[in-house]
Nanobody, 127 residues
Framework: QLQLVESGGGLVQPGGSLRLSCAAS????????IGWFRQGPGKEREGVSC????????NYADSVKGRFTISKDNSKNTVYLYVNNLKPEDTAVYYC????????????????????WGPGTQVTVSS
């Protein structure tokens, strides 16, 4: 069974940090770009960050540049999103998604490019 599962969300105060994980099973991330997306209450889903199958290319939305960092651990078949200096507007359900690209330095922040999705993890930023 091919699936992605997110974890690591929770309730955090403004300025706090979390590490979100996206674990793949049933397939190897060596051939998949992974994107992180989020959907806040009453908002449309937006792309946050992505990493290529090679791990050499990363992209970030302007709203999170300098605060979020994406990385990949091939030995664990897992992608991480380190979210720092969190703000109330970061409150959302965070999803990871996979796009089969082969071994390429390529990833995009367009949700329509991805066809494997995890169920999401809730991040709430509140004092």
């Amino acid at each position: 069974q091919l699936q992605l599962v997110e974890s690591g969300g929770g309730l955090v105060q403004p300025g706090g940090s979390l590490r979100l994980s996206c674990a793949a099973s049933g397939f190897t991330l060596d051939y998949y770009a992974i994107g992180w997306f989020r959907q806040g209450p009453g908002k449309e889903r937006e792309g946050v960050s992505c990493i290529s199958s090679t791990g050499s290319l990363t992209n970030y939305a302007d709203s999170v540049k300098g605060r979020f960092t994406i990385s990949k651990d091939n030995s664990k078949n897992t992608v991480y999103l380190y979210v720092n200096n969190l703000k109330p507007e970061d409150t959302a359900v965070y999803y990871c998604a996979g796009q089969g690209t082969g071994r390429m330095n390529y990833c995009v922040l367009s949700s329509s490019s991805y066809n494997k999705w995890g169920p999401g993890t809730q991040v709430t930023v509140s004092s």
